[in-house]
């Protein structure tokens, strides 16, 4: 198994809720953990951002704190 699909593998399986987002704040991945817990497939969630998961409350945090702090 190559490096890349290794970190794939374990990020997928990891017991937390874990998401990679994209530079545009859509969803790119997530964990088996997170789709589980919240009742997404991974196709459901590809391409979805914050905004269309999240409560407005927090999908306003994420877009105006979170993701202007990952790009930085």
């Not at 704040?25 to 088996?32: M, P, Q, W």
Request: aromatic share 12%.
């Amino acid at each position: 198994m190559s490096r890349e699909l290794t970190y794939q593998w374990l990020f997928r399986k990891s017991p937390v809720f874990s998401v990679s987002i994209g530079h545009d704040g859509r969803f790119l991945d997530a964990s088996d953990a997170f789709l589980g817990r919240f009742g997404y497939s991974r196709d459901e969630l590809s391409g979805l951002g914050s905004p269309d998961i999240a409560t407005p409350e927090s999908a306003s945090r994420i877009v105006e704190d979170y993701l202007p702090l990952l790009r930085r």
